[in-house]
């Protein structure tokens, strides 16, 4: 079975442009995550998407940040107006749903790099 | 303070030793456990799962929860240099958000 799948798994851009990153979940997870891991540290939580619930935008940093969820599966974030800052290793992951018994598996993630 | 605190290492064990690798956690509520295995340069990988006070072993690994003082430990038998990588340390808080810790950097040397 398919894993969690990420495009691009690299992307290298102008500061000051919009990025696109794209995650495609297991078939059949509800619940579908974004972190953030810059260079050497831990997982930054992003947002969450359970199934046709709002999702849960706690952890974007900035309003340049945001997502959507098409149909209950494949999720796009999108950067506005990229900053240095946000260079980092972009990670999607899911689960069969919100039930706190249920492990997160993660794709391969998205190296963003702004130039 | 931390959800999920964990020791950052790096924590340094010869080939064949066991690894002891410990997370506490501050939610009295959390119910559910996992430890991912991070190599560098790539995503976490789920190893473990724990819900339940005691041990669970599955190969070379022992997952060990103790509800009542808050930790969770990973202990890897037999380590292997190929063990080296970063173990991250999850757990579920009251409002069903998976929670992770810094990791903590293992290197097995041969």
């Known amino acids: 079975g398919a894993g969690v799948s990420q495009s691009p798994s690299n992307k290298v851009t102008e500061k000051g442009k919009d990025v696109e990153l794209r995650c495609d979940p297991i078939s059949g997870h509800t619940a579908l995550y974004w972190y953030r891991q810059s260079l050497g540290q831990g997982l930054e939580f992003l947002i969450y998407?359970?199934?046709?619930?709002?999702?849960?935008k706690s952890g974007l940093p900035s309003d340049r940040f945001s997502a959507e969820r098409t149909g209950g599966s494949v999720s796009t974030l999108t950067i506005q107006r990229t900053q240095q800052e946000d260079s980092a290793v972009y990670l999607c992951?899911?689960?069969?749903?919100?039930?706190?018994?249920?492990?997160?598996?993660f794709g391969d993630g998205t190296r963003l790099s702004i130039l | 303070q931390k959800e999920v605190e964990q020791n950052s290492g790096p924590l340094s064990v010869p080939e064949g030793a066991i690894a002891s690798l410990n997370c506490t956690y501050s939610?009295?509520?959390?119910?559910?456990f996992f430890w991912y295995r991070q190599y560098s340069g790539k995503s976490p990988e789920l190893i473990m799962s724990?819900?339940?006070?005691g041990d669970k072993e599955d190969g070379r690994f022992t997952a060990q929860l103790n509800k009542a003082s808050q930790y969770v430990s990973l202990l890897i038998r037999d380590s292997q240099p190929s063990d080296s990588a970063t173990y991250l340390c999850?757990?579920?808080?009251?409002?069903?958000?998976?929670?992770f810790g810094g990791g903590t950097r293992l290197m097995v040397k041969p």
């Open positions: 999850a757990a579920y808080n009251a409002g069903n958000m998976l929670t």
């Open positions: 992951a899911s689960s069969t749903g919100t039930a706190s018994n249920q492990p997160q598996h």
């Open positions: 724990i819900y339940s006070n």
């Open positions: 998407f359970q199934g046709n619930s709002a999702p849960d």
């Open positions: 939610d009295r509520v959390s119910q559910s």
